[in-house]
């Protein structure tokens, strides 16, 4: 009888053991659960304050732009008295954070013409975002669209076929008015930003 006794309460105390065994491990990866929950929501607002200081930062450069520059419709101009090449003039605004300006109406074209004559002088030419380096005759903005407004010193719709003549100018001493240019050149340039 006090063999059985002793099997049964060493029965017992088997089961009880592993039940404890067994709900620790369930409790604790509950618990691991909770914690993976925590970081990843942690992560998830550490990524949103980022997000939010990195947009901060891109408004700040933004008002420094517009501060040095004019502000007009939407847009920010920054001029570039210094005279480069076309394609240096494109990643000196890339690197900037906009793009060659490229007027998109009569209105913007007449606004970049005076303030090109106001910062940079009465006589000068910028790079326009405007080429036909792809496809001769064929003029496109940098993000590869054909080009709505023109405002080519000629009366037809775009300047006679030149093949080493790709880039477009504005020119101050025209009024505005656009010619095709060798790329090579060097230009002043205008930058433009797009306000958010």
Request: glycine share 6%.
């Amino acid at each position: 009888m006090k063999y059985r006794r002793g099997c049964l309460v060493f029965g017992i105390f088997l089961l009880v053991n592993c039940s404890f065994q067994q709900a620790f491990p369930r409790k604790k990866a509950v618990k691991e659960e909770g914690k993976d929950a925590a970081i990843e929501e942690l992560r998830k607002q550490i990524n949103d304050i980022v997000q939010d200081l990195n947009i901060m930062k891109e408004q700040q450069a933004l008002q420094s732009v517009c501060l040095k520059g004019i502000k007009v419709h939407g847009k920010c101009f920054l001029a570039e008295p210094m005279k480069k090449s076309y394609h240096t003039a494109i990643d000196n605004c890339i690197a900037l954070g906009g793009v060659l300006s490229t007027p998109l109406s009569k209105h913007q074209n007449d606004q970049l013409s005076d303030y090109v004559r106001e910062s940079i002088g009465p006589d000068e030419q910028i790079w326009l975002g405007i080429s036909d380096m792809v496809t001769e005759g064929n003029w496109i903005d940098q993000a590869g669209n054909s080009i709505l407004y023109k405002n080519w010193d000629s009366d037809s719709k775009s300047p006679k076929t030149d093949r080493s003549k790709n880039c477009a100018i504005l020119s101050e001493a025209t009024g505005g008015k656009w010619w095709n240019d060798n790329c090579h050149e060097a230009k002043a340039s205008v930058c433009e930003f797009n306000i958010i």
